[in-house]
């Protein structure tokens, strides 16, 4: 696919792994649609997207509602590309956790994005084209403590990718997933340091990865025409 000019609407674009992709596709010569659940874009990412030459527009919308995402995919109109990127945490060992924190990262993470892997396949498959990049996790893989809800949440999304890719690829239309290790962001900042220690430990690379690295495999999958059904793993080798 060539990207220049492609309409690219990537959910939970604010901050972090969604930000960086919507740069790393704007600079690619992507119209990029941006969304949150924010009012408003933050104005140091629209100042670079700005700065980059983007064409950009934010629609807030929150991707866990049923009527919020039918209400933006009449706003954002045709897309060629969705990252659905939107997801939240709410860790607690199993013991612990409550039901409706299981509930809520559920309903966000597997629930939204099914709901805008949907709206999003129906307006592709009329055109017979278009890519879908869903954002799962290393721990929808193997799991993790304390992470019980977001590893059944991503460990969904990669099977609800899987099959979308099977039942889209006869129109012509892509469904991949990414799935990040410890990534450099918000989340991991407030680690505590011997947590972050623990981590480096298995990781082959001996680093945290940048978002950057996660929005570089976004953009392969879209340009990549051979590629359906596939986890692209981008973790420094932590899951070796």
Known sequence: MDLKNKRVLITGSTQGIGAATALAFAKRGCQVLLNGRRPELPAALAKELEES????QYFSADVSDEAA???????VGDVDIVVNNAGITRDQILIGMKLADFDQVIRVNLRGSFMVLQKALKKMLKKRSGVIINMASVVGQHGNAGQANYAASKAGVIALTQ?????????GVRVNAI????IASEMTAV???EVKEAALKQIPLARFGQAGEVAQAAVFLAENDYVTGQTIVVDGGMTI
Request: charged share 30%.
């Open 191 to 193: 680690l505590a340091d």
């Open 179 to 182: 799935a990040p290790g410890m």
């Open 53 to 56: 030459g983007a064409k950009f």
């Open 163 to 171: 099959t979308a890719a099977k039942e889209a690829a006869q129109r």
């Open 69 to 75: 995402v039918k209400q933006l995919f009449k706003e």
